[in-house]
């Protein structure tokens, strides 16, 4: 399931539904945070709300991760090598003037003969692979669980009870939706147009029972949308899709893909086409791979945390429901095979049949020297309470022993530094969450040459994996296990507590909801990988 949190489902909308070179380096000092920081007073300009993961916590009073000043005082000048980085996501929309000169093209691959030049098993694979083909929506894999049948087990008992509680949810976010859009068609007749903003809804006089209702109603929810109507059409998006795919046990979404999705051997299915049946699709995909790579500078949008050092490898895998265990690992491998030495996997479900599937890919990763990063999950919960979580994918079975070194699990920061540091739908853990990066309104490219604010661990898992682009890039000599150790080590620890889940009463010491204990800072991992650089 694609991670990303729309910023239209606010708790304040449910209320309203209810009612540089080498030898100079040592002269630079890693930041650290002290217990008094001044803390960011007043709303963030736009221009610094559209790049603030790139900004400075010490000059800024911004939670960002250094970017901007890592290029100015660390990286001006030095050479750099280029880092493949594999997208596995939704799609991509390769076309986008801010994406196309970092899409990665196939050099073994002649485009459009219909041959497998490279004999990689992919015919005509010029920018990536599609494993979803033109399959667009699917169900939850605990809808899959049930529509095997009753086989006594534990985990179809653990699915019929998901289901039973997320089907409840969905139905009454129905009945909520039906309302609003009721008392938005209302207005909109009354106006007679398809639009309108919170002055049209006041100026209404009407003594019409329906009409004032309808009045009532729209003036609560548009300010919760930020004025923005096209905000309740993405929350229709998103609860008819949970009602005619995610939770539909009818619906077969795998029916277009053809092949045996429980037969990892079955391995010919998909096509070339990296952005997907409806670009609209690549929506979640194009942001993930702009926040690693849009062009820095331009003019055009946001800034990429690596763009200058990276080429965007598409690898779709990710639809509109839970993935495949099949695909995700297939991907992780294709990616792996065609030189990626970062991936980024955005996505994540709490159920899984096939989990060994990507665990071996994982494994296969590490031992070609690529870096996995990772979402932790956007449903405030602790991973590690009450003997773990079960969430997928991870490098651990019940916060055992990790499986590799390669894998890195991010956490969502917010851009107020202080107690709400940490994004309120993040998932956090002890264990299973390695560091926290900014995630909670993130500009960057989206489908058709646009450019959108979108928030979720999504977000986070691509600001790590740029900083882990800029270090392969420019120290290209460190492992992968060596540049996940030095994200963790070098992020800026905050010695202060944070409130967890949206829940003022749920507080922690920030050093106690991740294994680092730190948010990470480009930096201070540049610092850090010089120094372990000129070691070897």
Known sequence: MKLIKPLYLSAALALALAS????????????????????????????????WSHLDLIKDTVPGMSVDRAYAELLKGKKSKKVIVGVVDSGVDIDHEDLKPVIWTNPKEVAGNGIDDDKNGYIDDIHGWNFLGKAEHENMEYIRILKKGDDGSETYKKAKAEYEKESSEVMQAKQQLDFILNASNTIKKHLK???????????????????????????????????????IDEFKDQVYSQVNYHMNLQFDGRKLVGDNPNDINDKKYGDNNVIGPVKSGAKHGTHVAGIIAQTRANGMGGDGVASNNVEILAVRAVPDGDEYDKDIALGIRYAVDNGAKVINGSFGKYFSQHPEWVY?????????????VVAAGNEGLDLNADGGVDRFPNDNIKMGPEIADNFLTVGALNYVYGPQLVADFSNYGKSDVDVFAPGEKIYATTPNQSYEYLQGTSMASPNVAGVAALIRSYYPGLTAAQVKQIIMDSGIAVKQEVILGGDPDNKRMFSEISKSGKMVNAYNALIMAEKVASKK
């Open 20 to 51: 540089c070179g080498t030898q100079k380096t040592a002269v630079y000092t890693p930041l650290t945070a002290s217990d008094n920081m001044p803390v960011k007073v007043g709303k963030l300009a736009e221009k610094d709300l559209k790049r």
């Open 193 to 231: 147009k398809d639009t309108y903003t919170l002055e049209d809804i006041q100026k209404i006089q009407t003594s019409e029972p329906a009409l004032s209702q309808a009045k009532m109603v729209m003036s609560q929810v548009l300010p919760q949308t930020g004025n923005d109507l096209t905000k």
């Open 360 to 372: 071996d890919a994982i494994k296969y990763a590490a031992s070609k020297d690529v870096l996995i």
